[in-house]
């Protein structure tokens, strides 16, 4: 889980490391997962979100497809 | 479990408060329990993934957002600096410890430096990208590596 200055910089890295190109998620939108996953951590009633939230926090921060598919 | 939650909560609070993960014997103390029934809360919560250890079972690799190692990813908040596991959690600090901040990375790629003004808000504008090579459902498969 890296950053990239640019999608052609995250192209260059995948060729180079023989990886496909994932898709690549704006700064908004991560801070929406960093949010998501991390606002309430330091308090008692924290939780990790389940399976099925997490794929609604994926898709509500336009985050669709195979990528994001928590299988089974 | 009781004491799950009270060594949860003990080594979230020892990385807010000193940066840096805690020892065993540490949180013992602070739980007030044996050293033992740490260390089978600390399994037990790796397996909920809350957690994620060393080989050795004891020692604190992970405890998202921060990083018992350091890393290239630097969130500075309070004046404090804490290590993160990676450009997602880099972020995910100043969200855990609901304050603002400055976060520090790089490109991958270039190794031009990332250094981003965050708030209540979230970051400040950036046209910066992320990019996981692991897809969400094998995330967990080797989160290190992940």
């Known amino acids: 889980m890296l950053f990239f200055r640019s999608e052609e910089m995250a192209r260059q890295w995948c060729v180079e490391h023989d990886y496909p190109l994932r898709p690549l998620v704006r700064m908004d ?17 924290a939780r990790r979100p389940p399976p099925t939230e997490i794929v609604r926090i994926f898709a509500g921060l336009g985050l669709r497809g195979d990528f994001w598919n928590l299988g089974g | 479990m009781t004491i799950d939650l009270d060594v949860k909560l003990a080594v979230y609070r020892h990385f807010a408060e000193h940066t840096t993960r805690p020892t065993p014997i540490e949180v013992a103390d602070v739980v007030q329990a044996p050293v033992a029934d740490v260390l089978g809360a600390y399994a037990r919560l790796r397996q909920e993934r809350v957690l994620v250890l060393e080989e050795d079972g004891a020692t604190i690799r992970m405890a998202p957002p921060f990083s018992g190692v ?77």
């Open chain 2, 70 to 146: 350091r890393t290239q990813h630097v969130a500075i908040v309070h004046g404090k600096s804490y290590y993160a596991n990676c450009a997602w959690d880099v972020l995910g600090v100043p969200a855990a410890l609901q304050a603002a901040g400055t976060v520090h990375s790089r490109c991958e790629q270039s190794g031009e430096p990332l250094t981003l003004a965050v708030d209540a808000a979230g970051p400040e504008r950036s046209d910066w990208l992320f990019h996981c090579h692991v897809p969400a459902a094998r995330w967990w498969d080797d989160i290190v590596f992940t």
């Open chain 1, 29 to 45: 939108q991560l801070w929406g997962l960093a949010r998501s996953w991390y606002a309430t951590r330091l308090q008692a009633d």
